[in-house]
């Protein structure tokens, strides 16, 4: 279990029941600097986010990034976190800061927000069952 914060690594809390999303962690998990990240699956089971200091339902609706400082990004704040830590995605996360381009983002976000309950699921092996978002609607 990753609830242990470790000193000047970053937080990805991931939904890894969705196939998007587990297979565009794995790309990162892929990539130089990756070892600076704990990429934490929200669906495992005992992970606990009570312990975790995160709302168990927030979670599993958008992306949760925690800061080595402890501090918390959230939706395009917490993928520019990533890209910070990955030497390959450090233009994007710059250029995702300016306003225009992290608007643009923040519109496509929400949209997508919208449409992950219905994205295809892998099969729930565990007891992640406190929020819909765990539901296999897609298995």
């Known amino acids: ?6 000193e000047n690594k970053i937080q990805v809390y991931f939904d890894g029941l969705c196939k998007v999303c587990s297979k565009e962690i794995a790309h990162y998990q ?9 990429f934490v699956d ?3 089971t005992g992970f606990d986010p009570i ?3 995160l709302d168990p339902f927030e979670i599993h609706k958008i992306m949760h990034v925690r800061r080595a400082d402890g ?7 917490a993928f520019i976190e990533i890209w910070n830590a990955l030497p390959k995605y450090k233009l994007l996360a710059d250029l995702a800061k300016k306003p225009i381009v992290h608007n643009g983002l923040e519109v496509g976000y929400t949209l997508f927000t919208k ?9 729930a092996n565990n007891d992640c069952n406190e929020s819909p978002y765990c539901e296999t609607k897609n298995a």
């Open 1 to 6: 279990m990753n609830n242990m914060k470790t």
């Open 30 to 38: 892929k990539q130089s600097g990756a070892e600076q990240i704990n």
């Open 42 to 44: 929200i669906c495992a």
């Open 51 to 53: 312990k975790e200091n």
């Open 71 to 77: 501090t918390l990004a959230l939706r395009v704040d």
């Open 115 to 123: 449409i992950r309950p219905w994205l295809p699921r892998k099969a």
